[in-house]
């Protein structure tokens, strides 16, 4: 199937108009596509960023010429969240839920140990709750939570989820202002 033919098989969602081009959001039967057609083609062809993302997008490329192709099916698989990566987005956002919420004082690391990851956990003793891998787990959590929130909504717009979940950006140091 051609270009043309492509084009002309899906429903134009939204279209925009920018200096770099025509922009456009196609439905298909199964999936979505986003397109930008330059003013001024250099060639005839695709133009697709070698970047991370890169077998998704082929993959993508695939489904729009070929539907039904085994290609498209792996498009819209590779974007769709494992359940370990679902309970976790799940959980950032419950953190950074319950750290936004308009109360007298914001939570503490205990709070939110107790509240959000183990519920009824208790440290009677402070030195308990210093040594308790909990904490550092919720501290860790916490300065991810912060980074989804400051630039993670983008990566998964794109479908990267690797930056929101990994705790590379910080080598695991808290970016954010420390909770006790």
């Known amino acids: ?14 279209e925009a108009e920018t200096e770099a081009g025509r922009h456009m959001v196609l ?13 001024t083609p250099k060639r005839d ?14 993959a993508a490329l695939g489904a729009f010429h070929d539907p039904g192709s085994r290609q498209a099916v792996g498009s819209r698989t590779a974007l769709r969240p494992t359940a370990y990566q679902r309970h976790r987005l799940s959980l950032l956002l419950a ?15 205990r709070h939110i140990v107790r509240d959000l ?9 402070a030195i308990e709750w210093k040594t308790s891998s909990h904490r550092r787990q ?11 929130m400051a630039t993670g909504y983008r990566d998964l717009l794109r479908g990267s989820m690797r930056p929101v ?6 080598g695991g140091r808290d970016t954010g202002d420390k909770l006790r």
Do not use: K, N
């Open 117 to 125: 990851m183990c519920s009824g956990l208790e440290h009677e003793r």
């Open 138 to 148: 919720a501290q860790r959590l916490i300065a991810e939570a912060r980074r989804m």
């Open 27 to 39: 439905a298909g039967t199964r999936a979505r596509h986003r397109l930008l057609i330059l003013h």
């Open 45 to 58: 062809g695709y133009f697709v960023p070698g970047d991370g993302s890169l077998p998704v997008r082929l």
């Open 1 to 14: 199937m051609g270009f043309e033919t492509a084009l002309t098989a899906r429903t134009i969602m939204v």
């Open 95 to 109: 953190i950074l839920d319950r750290m936004q919420q308009p109360s007298s004082e914001p939570p503490t690391v």
């Open 165 to 170: 979940l990994g705790d590379r950006h910080s």
